[in-house]
């Protein structure tokens, strides 16, 4: 090593740093330097640019105290669609009492009015729904920027969500509508949930009990989220408008006592009784408790396990339809699947088959996931979900859905944590990560299943 220092010509160095004469002529050194300039430019303009977009985000607060959060991008920047998204976080238990209040709050409930509230916004351009599961409840609107049809929209909602008027009319629709099959994942979720407090009393829904429930859903706002570009103006009348409506709500604490207290129960439902030894069972319905979401790759492992899932369950000799929902904004995720079987010939034939293929439970054991196994099917799910990703990104819908169902401003993955991290986990997830996210995610041992003859 050090021969080879010394074997080379020492007055090199010397004449270098002691000659008086540049290195480079002024021509030459402004014809390098223009040259650099150029070739960087150049390749500027050749560098592919990101399939995903860079979001920006804005947050304030409402004079109430509601926390306000407001994402752009720069190709909305001349559209007028804006999504607002109201998060709240009540404290109960009885799914009839909150499909009631949602259901006659998306009913008649402006004051002196028999129209519903979207028959009142169609001819706005604008529209407005409404979702809930055992942790939170959302109302979303999906409103028009320009300003001929945005005032009037937003005079319209602070009207509504001000002071609405629960009518005996539209509770009467409702008790006739309501079917008690719509809440089985409510009644799996106290399957597969506890609280450790007392258990709440049933409550009978009435107009009162409504507009009691409307109150305390009120009391316990996470969040309002903006999706879409907006004008200057815009945003002083969404400010204003987002005050005066939220006058009288009050933000969510950060760790309700129910929730906090709540916990996954062991398996109590997967050794249901089979009503003969020829009898086989319609339908597999599977639960699986989560730990909670903390980074973008977490999510992006529970998308390709879940498009997993769907395909390998799909192609089973004895399983049909397959449906996955995925709970993950709450502070309890939690996974339900439902598969379908196809009837047999004869039974003895079908446990053969399924004890040789994949089953509901083996979906959650690494030995026994393709996508976990195989890296060439890895990579072809992963292909797959950044396609869908570079299509769906661009839109101010599927920010929102987002918003409420995945991230969670209180929790360990928020809005913003995802719009500043998302672009990097995507080109740098990789099947190890896929493989440490299940992992980390998975509480196999909450696993429960439900055999439906």
Same mark, same amino acid.
């Given at each position: ?145 320009? +300003? =001929?049809?945005?005032? !009037? ?6 009207? /509504?969500?001000? &002071?609405?008027?629960? %009518? $005996? ?81 009050? +933000? =969510?604490?950060?760790? !309700? ?6 916990? /996954?129960?062991? &398996?109590?439902?997967? %050794? $249901? ?102 890296? $060439? ?77």
């Amino acid at each position: 090593m050090w021969k080879s220092h010394t074997s080379r010509p020492s007055f090199l160095w010397f004449d270098m740093f002691n000659s008086k004469k540049p290195l480079f002529s002024r021509p030459a050194l402004a014809a390098v330097m223009v040259l650099s300039t150029l070739i960087i430019w150049v390749l500027n303009l050749t560098a592919p640019d990101s399939p995903y977009p860079t979001p920006k985000i804005e947050k304030w607060q409402t004079h109430s105290g509601i926390p306000v959060i407001w994402l752009a991008q720069d190709k909305w920047a001349n559209t007028n669609k804006l999504e607002v998204r109201f998060l709240f976080n009540t404290p109960s238990r009885l799914p009839e009492l909150t499909d009631a209040t949602l259901a006659l709050l998306m009913a008649d409930s402006l004051p002196l009015s028999t129209a519903s509230i979207n028959q009142r916004l169609a001819p706005l351009a604008a529209k407005v729904s409404s979702d809930y599961d055992y942790q939170s409840q959302t109302i979303a609107l999906t409103l028009n920027s320009e +300003p =001929a049809y945005l005032m !009037p929209t937003l005079t319209l909602i602070s009207q /509504w969500l001000t &002071a609405p008027v629960f %009518k $005996a009319r539209a509770l009467d629709h409702w008790q006739r509508q309501f079917n008690q099959a719509n809440h089985t994942q409510q009644t799996l979720e106290e399957h597969l949930f506890s609280v450790s407090s007392a258990p709440q009393q049933n409550t009978k829904v009435t107009q009162q009990t409504v507009s009691h429930y409307y109150q305390q859903l009120t009391q316990h706002t996470s969040a309002i989220f903006i999706i879409g570009g907006m004008s200057k103006q815009a945003q002083q009348s969404i400010k204003a408008s987002l005050n005066t409506l939220s006058e009288h709500f009050a +933000p =969510a604490a950060n760790d !309700p006592s129910n929730l906090s207290a709540m916990t /996954w129960q062991s &398996a109590k439902l997967n %050794k $249901a009784s089979q009503p003969s030894h020829l009898a086989f069972p319609k339908e597999t319905q599977s639960i699986l408790a989560l730990n909670s979401l903390t980074s973008v790759k977490q999510w992006l492992s529970l998308q390709i396990w879940g498009a997993d899932l769907i395909n390998t369950l799909s192609h089973q000799g004895t399983l049909g339809y397959v449906r996955l929902n995925l709970t993950l904004s709450g502070k309890h995720p939690w996974l339900y699947w439902r598969a379908q079987h196809s009837q047999p010939v004869l039974a003895t034939s079908t446990t053969n088959q399924d004890a040789k293929g994949v089953t509901a439970r083996s979906m959650i054991d690494a030995a026994s996931i393709p996508s976990v196994q195989d890296s $060439a099917h890895f990579n072809a799910l992963l292909d797959q979900l950044k396609n869908q990703l570079a299509q769906r990104t661009l839109s101010p819908s599927w920010w929102s859905h987002l918003a409420a169902s995945v991230t969670q401003e209180n929790g360990s993955l928020t809005l913003t944590q995802f719009a500043n991290q998302y672009q990097n986990a995507i080109d740098t997830f990789n099947q190890d990560d896929y493989k440490n996210a299940l992992n980390a995610l998975f509480i196999t041992s909450s696993y429960q299943e439900i055999q439906v003859y």
